[in-house]
T-cell receptor, first 111, second 114 residues
Framework: TQLLEQSPQFLSIQEGENLTVYCNSSSVFSSLQWYRQEPGEGPVLLVTVVTGGEVKKLKRLTFQFGDARKDSSLHITAAQPGDTGLYLC???????????FGEGTQLTVNP | DAGITQSPRHKVTETGTPVTLRCHQTENHRYMYWYRQDPGHGLRLIHYSYGVKDTDKGEVSDGYSVSRSKTEDFLLTLESATSSQTSVYFCATEPGTSRNNEQFFGPGTRLTVL
């Protein structure tokens, strides 16, 4: 059973559009991380959200942690082709426990 | 960038042969992990290490063994490779100083077992 479910699995949009991807669980997580993976490379950490309701911004990317710490979302404004990649969420159920990864959202931004 | 390298980056081998993948880190991170990534399954943990000579199994450890004789090196061995072990393998490290378990990944090894 996948503890972290990501949606959508695939997303193809045009440059300049906005999008939101989701990471949901029935379990409470002490924190959630978002990674981006480009073809042929390993995942790279983008951000960690820790507090319920927390919002973090990274340029055009906005990350939010749900109030109950069971879900998170990633919103991209005015997407660019360079945003193309696999977006993974991950989290430890309790502080210090091993990470659980979602299966990811494959985003393609067409020029 | 945590200075993590993996070798080889690509390997093709035959069923039944032993294979060893190497992960090397220069950041003195305490924890090291081996994952495999397959379509429809995401990243799955094979084995991990919480210190020199201290290792434990992950969720898909059957058919794999690991060793960590030095802080900087973590080896993954397939004793007798099978076609089901065709995958992309990622090594990751974690400093062990954060409560959030943030990990840093290597570039991956693409293994094909014929």
């Amino acid at each position: 059973t996948q503890l972290l479910e990501q949606s959508p699995q695939f997303l193809s949009i045009q440059e300049g559009e906005n999008l939101t991807v989701y990471c949901n669980s029935s379990s409470v997580f002490s924190s959630l991380q978002w990674y981006r993976q480009e073809p042929g490379e390993g995942p790279v950490l983008l951000v960690t959200v820790v507090t319920g309701g927390e919002v973090k911004k990274l340029k055009r990317l906005t990350f939010q942690f749900g109030d109950a710490r069971k879900d998170s979302s990633l919103h991209i404004t005015a997407a660019q082709p360079g945003d193309t990649g696999l977006y993974l969420c991950a989290g430890p159920e309790t502080s210090g426990s091993r990470l659980t990864f979602g299966e990811g959202t494959q985003l393609t931004v067409n020029p | 960038d945590a200075g993590i390298t993996q070798s080889p980056r690509h390997k093709v081998t035959e069923t039944g042969t032993p294979v060893t993948l190497r992960c090397h880190q220069t950041e003195n991170h305490r924890y090291m992990y081996w994952y495999r990534q397959d379509p429809g399954h995401g990243l799955r943990l094979i084995h991990y290490s919480y210190g020199v000579k201290d290792t434990d199994k992950g969720e898909v450890s059957d058919g794999y063994s690991v060793s960590r004789s030095k802080t900087e090196d973590f080896l993954l061995t397939l004793e007798s490779a099978t076609s089901s072990q065709t995958s992309v393998y990622f090594c990751a490290t974690e400093p062990g100083t954060s409560r959030n378990n943030e990990q840093f990944f290597g570039p991956g090894t693409r293994l094909t077992v014929l």
